[in-house]
């Protein structure tokens, strides 16, 4: 009789992590809600692109012969050239122009504005006389693009890492209370199962996010946004590499905070620590996007330089060498979690019953 041969810490280690990734696909409610995300992501981009165009549309305004000349260098404006005050005025009435500019000897210009049914105040401003005005420190980029990037960013790294990461640790759990890890355990050693695990569902996070990228990229080709998807296409190649050392920073994080208990009902006591350093980034990138000293902190700490390294390469405020710094660090913290988390894993996995202190999971 021939002695069975247990599998290497390798193979150990990719047959788990093909079981996480094989669980996953094949369960319809992630595929589901997977491609609903993706269609949220495309139709946002969609609508904000094409509405962009809707609002800098030019505004038609009817006008004589020297007025027209005049307004035609005006920016915005669409000039319908006409015949008299009169025929400006009818094609604002049958609604082929949406103001019209007439003369007026009573007015302080001389001219006059008529709309339909109500005072234009967009085409007002286009026409008044404004002072010259000079910033000092100009943006690098549009107040309101900034804020939607960083709501982008925090959104995709707060919904992938918290989505895998209660799937890790239900999954952890669920194989503790079923004492089906005493089983698997018999075979492997406990430090491949978290690193499969780990791996698995960090290469299911991943494909998501390459996906949403990838979404992006085609919504932003279809509504002609090129020269935004040229801005965000470094930070966006940095956004994946930081995720993926990010994300296993805080998978190996979850899987031992879930090895600490038995019940499903008492993991929120060990992994709220764990979401709320995922709920601080997505918090800051958003309130101080527009704070260069928050953002440099940010782009530093572990936790968040996923979010605030991309964040700051889009705005052009880091130089070549700080993304490659954080990163650093960031593989570095991740290397010492999975460390640390090997441990704890080892020390509470088939500790039933009561909740285990980290003092008592890193004791062992």
Do not use: C, H
Request: hydrophobic content about 55%.
């Amino acid at each position: 009789m021939s002695a069975t041969v247990s599998p290497s810490f390798g193979q150990s280690v990719a047959l788990v992590a093909e079981r996480e990734v094989k669980s996953k696909l094949q369960s319809k409610a992630f595929v589901v809600s997977t491609l609903i995300l993706f269609a949220i992501v495309l139709g946002g981009i969609l609508f904000s692109g094409f509405s962009g165009d809707a609002l800098s549309s030019k505004t038609k305004v009817a006008a004589t012969g020297t007025s027209a000349s005049q307004l035609a260098e005006v920016p915005g404006l669409e000039v319908v050239e006409v015949n008299s005050d009169d025929a400006a005025k009818e094609a604002v009435r049958d609604e082929s122009a949406e103001a019209a500019v007439v003369t007026d000897s009573a007015s302080p210009t001389g001219y006059t504005i008529v709309t339909l049914t109500e005072v234009d105040s967009s085409l007002t401003s286009l026409l008044s006389i404004a002072p010259k005005t000079e910033i000092l420190e100009p943006s690098t980029t549009d107040p309101f693009m900034r804020y939607i990037v960083a709501i982008a960013f925090g959104v995709v790294f707060m919904m992938a890492a918290t989505m895998f990461g209660t799937t890790i640790t239900q999954s952890v759990i669920e194989e503790k209370s079923t004492r089906v890890v005493e089983i698997l355990i018999s075979t492997i050693s406990t430090r491949a199962l978290l690193a499969g695990k780990v791996l698995g569902n960090t290469i299911l996070a991943m494909m998501q996010v390459i996906g949403i990228v990838v979404v992006a990229i085609i919504g932003l080709t279809i509504t002609g946004q090129s020269g935004l998807l040229g801005m965000l296409g470094a930070p966006l190649v940095w956004f994946a590499v930081f995720f993926f050392f990010g994300f296993i920073l805080l998978a190996a994080m979850f899987a031992a905070a879930a090895s600490m208990v038995s019940r499903q009902e008492d993991a929120g006591a060990t992994t709220t620590p764990i979401t709320m350093l995922i709920m601080i980034p997505y918090v800051l990138i958003i309130v101080f996007n527009d704070n260069s000293a928050v953002l440099t902190a940010m782009s530093y700490v572990p936790f968040s330089a996923p979010v605030g390294m991309p964040m700051r390469l889009f705005l052009g405020e880091a130089q070549w060498w700080e993304p490659l710094l954080s990163l650093a660090i960031l593989i570095a913290t991740a290397a010492l979690a999975i460390v640390i988390g090997a441990k704890i894993y080892d020390n509470t996995l088939l500790k039933m019953g009561s909740r285990v202190t980290l003092k008592e999971a890193l004791k062992g």
